[in-house]
């Protein structure tokens, strides 16, 4: 049980890990689209990343379970 409480935690972890990685992105992103033209690009990048922090929340929801 508590080798699956230290897998569980660990993988929260890296979950969270990248979730803030993605923050990252997005706000390095949103910094570095001040032109107009790059707007949809930006919107195209932000919203792949959001993607990304969706499946990262749906595997912390999974991992959450299974405790």
């Known amino acids: 049980m508590s080798q ?9 972890s890296k979950t969270l890990l990248e979730i803030q990685k993605s923050i990252i992105k997005i706000t390095d992103v ?4 001040s032109l ?5 690009a930006a919107t195209e990048e932000i919203t792949a990343t959001l993607e990304e922090i969706t499946a990262s929340a749906e595997i912390l929801a999974k991992i959450s379970k299974m405790e």
């Not at 949103?30 to 689209?33: D, L, P, V, Y």
């Not at 107009?36 to 949809?40: L, P, T, Y």
């Open 36 to 40: 107009i033209a790059d707007s949809q």
């Open 4 to 12: 699956l409480s230290s897998e569980s935690a660990k993988e929260v």
């Open 30 to 33: 949103i910094n570095s689209s």
